[in-house]
């Protein structure tokens, strides 16, 4: 399987733990998203890197959270002291300069319970 | 903080019939796509048309873009039970400062019942 994969598809946590997710986009795409999506609701951009640069951080991207892309190819993001409104989907994207015009492609997504 | 709103939230039909989910959006943009999202999963994209595009196809497919009036529908056509999705318009400044993120509406619950 050639897609984005991301580890673990399934997380529950007490709140006040730390959690760690991690992305691995497809091979030859250097850039890579976090989203996150509540239900009901579309996804909600939270941070984009190319290559190993971060280069843009959404508001909704507390100083709880962080995220790394040391190499260049896979990511993680990590939640510290989570809390119940951190409950989401957290989707990895991919994309590549030369795709059409910013096509993204997904992961299946960590889905993050905070109890 | 996401920029596009879809209507209907909600839409019902029987297999064979035509859906048609509409997005409206408040910024100028580059392009607009629209992916698929079976029930707690990943997106699929499904298509994309550039701002100096008015319609596009792809199979069953058919996306109409109005940037005067800054909406887009997307119709499928001859709809299938394996269709029943969520449907989400997304928009993309292609600009350094913004990185080509995604700005995705609401999305439209899609049940198609056979």
């Known amino acids: 399987d050639t897609g984005v994969s991301q580890d673990p598809r399934h997380k529950i946590t007490k709140r006040g733990q730390n959690v760690t997710f991690r992305c691995d986009p497809i091979?030859?795409?250097?850039?890579l998203y976090w989203y996150r999506q509540t239900l009901g609701q579309g996804p909600e951009f939270l941070t984009y890197f190319q290559n190993e640069a971060q280069l843009e951080k959404s508001r909704l991207l507390s100083d709880r959270f962080s995220a790394e892309r040391p190499k260049g190819s896979f990511s993680t993001l990590e939640i510290q002291r989570t809390e119940q409104g951190d409950s989401a989907m957290y989707l990895c994207?991919?994309?590549?300069?030369?795709?059409?015009?910013?096509?993204?492609?997904f992961g299946p997504g960590t889905r993050l319970t905070v109890l | 903080s996401q920029q596009g709103e879809e209507d209907p939230q909600a839409l019902s039909i029987q297999e064979g019939e035509n859906a048609t989910m509409n997005c409206s959006y408040k910024?100028?943009?580059?392009?607009l796509q629209w992916y698929r999202q079976n029930s707690g999963r990943g997106l699929v994209h499904l298509i994309l048309i550039r701002s100096n595009e008015r319609e596009k196809h792809s199979g069953r497919l058919r996306v109409t873009l109005d940037t005067s009036k800054k909406s887009s529908s997307l119709l499928i056509t001859a709809s299938r039970a394996a269709d029943t999705a969520s449907y989400f318009c997304a928009t993309t400044r292609l600009n350094y400062n913004q990185g080509g993120k995604l700005i995705f509406g609401q999305g439209t619950e899609l049940s198609v019942k056979p």
């Open positions: 910024t100028s943009i580059n392009n």
């Open positions: 091979s030859e795409h250097n850039r």
């Open positions: 994207a991919s994309s590549s300069p030369g795709l059409a015009a910013n096509e993204q492609f």
